[in-house]
Nanobody, 115 residues
């Protein structure tokens, strides 16, 4: 079993920045993919960004150039640096880890972009 704990959400004005963190614990294999998804009210959960254990990254078109995903030195943490935030970035952000065929989720952290 894997536990994921997110932190770093909050209220920010448009154009501002936030950094989300996710720490994983439990039975973690060295080869895995971690990432961030988000879900706005009334919408489906969508991919924001992922990063493999080898460092390969992927981003949704809507966040390219504004968000940066990275992993900590211990490889069991993942960060999402969010710059130039827009009101449409408002959502609950969820950390995800994929291990072979298994997928684990955190409890989510709320990001609200509003003036």
């Amino acid at each position: 079993q894997v536990q994921l704990v997110e932190s770093g959400g909050g209220l920010v004005q448009p154009g501002g920045s936030l950094r989300l963190s996710c720490a994983a614990s439990g039975n973690i294999f060295s080869i895995n993919t971690m990432g961030w998804y988000r879900q706005a009210p009334g919408k489906q959960r969508e991919l924001v960004s992922t990063i493999t254990s080898g460092g390969d990254t992927d981003y949704a078109d809507s966040v390219k150039g504004r968000f940066t995903i990275s992993r900590g030195n211990a490889k069991n943490t993942v960060y999402l640096q969010m710059n130039s935030l827009k009101t449409e970035d408002t959502a609950a952000y969820y950390c995800n880890m994929k291990l072979v065929t298994l997928s684990f989720w955190g409890q989510g952290t709320q990001v609200i972009v509003s003036s």
